[in-house]
């Protein structure tokens, strides 16, 4: 997470805890990373000042604290300390390291089928918690996500709200963000945890994608789009596109629970874990990476030696026979006579037995490069004999220089 310095008109100290940078700003006031007495770093949020005196904005951060409260497990960030009754209220939960998916996403690009399902299944199991104490968050998106070392975190329920409230407030008031909203929000329908399962089917598209499954456009046109039109999903890697676009429906009826959500995507993260996919990227990664492939042979060389009763063979397998094949090793010189026999020698001579450094048989000096310039591997028991025989010669030569001193 992004970090700034503290301005001049930000507070140093806010209740117990001591105040040192700006983790952000929006709609409601703005998030510090401040620490207590014994060094816990915290999140802590201050309501704007001008939003002080404005009871709506103030009973919507008593929802954020009491929503906070009421939810247990490891999806959130702990609430550490709250005032709401300070001139300018504000709450401190557990400070969690680590970007935003938004951020991940924009910086790194889309993510692995694996990857995705697996952040999804976390994000499914949470939002069962959150469910769970009667909550219903209203405004997941990646930017309300953090990637911890322990796991996603969802963050922000300043417009979370109890479960089956209409989603309208006042004239004006935000109450989401276009492009991750449910139809009924848009509606303005009452919302259900069906809505947080169309906002992590969003989230969950654009973490494959790196956008948007209803586009760009101004706030009217987005969420037009959202009621109104299919999501485009043709990023999305196949294993995971049927259960996003079941995410995605309209009616709230037709998609899936956080638990149905949370098994299958355990399941899908494990399988495409273990390379049960035959390519996890997204499909649009697959086919720029397949126009930019070479059309021809790859370099690379196959060898091996085929072992005959007389003589052996060394055989290229990875030398091609079209016309203009090109491989990774140079070829030798002289008439080619078919197939990937060497030329034969130009003066006559019998050409010497090639051996695969394994059997010892003569032919092939230890180290000595092959037709293909690579350099062959010495012969450990043609090693030994000639080392043994250096040995004897040395000997028998001192002997002898050491007969003819006495003489």
Same mark, same amino acid.
Request: glycine share 12%.
């Given at each position: ?313 060394? %055989?290229?397998?990875?030398? $091609? *026979?079209?016309? #203009?094949? =090109? !491989? +990774?090793?140079? &070829? ?25 450094? %394994?059997?010892?048989?003569? $032919? *092939?000096?230890? #180290?000595? =490069? !092959? +037709?293909?310039? &690579? ?33």
């Amino acid at each position: 997470m992004a970090m700034m310095r503290l301005r001049r008109e930000d507070p140093r100290v806010v209740g117990s805890f001591r105040l040192h940078r700006r983790l952000g700003a929006g709609g409601m006031g703005v998030v510090y990373l401040g620490s207590d007495r014994r060094g816990q770093r915290v999140a802590l949020k201050v309501i704007r000042p001008d939003l002080a005196e404005d009871q709506e904005f103030r009973s919507r951060f008593a929802r954020e604290v009491s929503a906070a409260r009421r939810i247990r497990g490891g999806c959130t960030a702990r609430l550490v300390a709250a005032d709401l009754e300070a001139d300018r209220p504000w709450f401190a939960t557990q400070y969690v390291p680590g970007p935003s998916l938004h951020d991940k996403v924009a910086e790194e690009g889309p993510l692995a089928a694996a990857e995705t399902a697996a952040i999804g299944a976390a994000l499914s199991e949470g939002l069962v918690a959150v469910h769970e104490a009667g909550v219903v968050h209203r405004d997941l998106k990646p930017s309300n996500i953090l990637l911890s070392p322990k796991g996603p975190r969802i963050i922000d329920f300043g417009i979370a709200w109890a479960t089956g409230a209409s989603t309208l407030t006042h004239v004006g008031t935000a109450v989401g963000s276009p492009g991750f909203l449910a139809p009924e929000q848009v509606r303005g329908a009452a919302v259900t945890p069906a809505t947080d399962v169309f906002s992590l089917g969003a989230t969950l598209a654009y973490a494959a994608m790196g956008d948007s499954p209803f586009g760009h456009g101004s706030s009217e046109v987005m969420l037009y789009r959202v009621v109104h039109e299919e999501p485009q999903l043709h990023g999305v890697p196949d294993a995971l596109a049927p259960l996003v676009r079941a995410c995605l429906a309209k009616d709230p009826e037709e998609r899936p629970s956080t638990l149905q959500l949370s098994m299958r995507l355990k399941e899908i993260a494990a399988r495409e874990a273990q390379g049960g996919g035959l390519d996890a990227r997204p499909p649009a990664q697959r086919d720029r990476s397949e126009a930019d492939r070479p059309t021809g042979r790859l370099p690379e060389r196959t060898e091996r030696y085929e072992h005959d009763e007389r003589t052996q063979r060394y %055989t290229d397998t990875g030398r $091609g *026979t079209g016309a #203009g094949q =090109r !491989t +990774g090793a140079p &070829r030798p010189s002289g008439p080619r006579t078919g197939g990937s026999r060497p030329p034969a020698p130009r003066n006559g001579a019998r050409p010497a037995s090639r051996t695969n450094g %394994t059997n010892g048989r003569p $032919g *092939t000096r230890p #180290g000595a =490069r !092959t +037709g293909t310039g &690579r350099l062959r591997p010495a012969n450990p028991r043609l090693l030994r004999q000639r080392l043994i025989v250096f040995f004897v010669v040395t000997l028998i030569v001192a002997l002898g220089i050491a007969a003819a001193q006495q003489l």
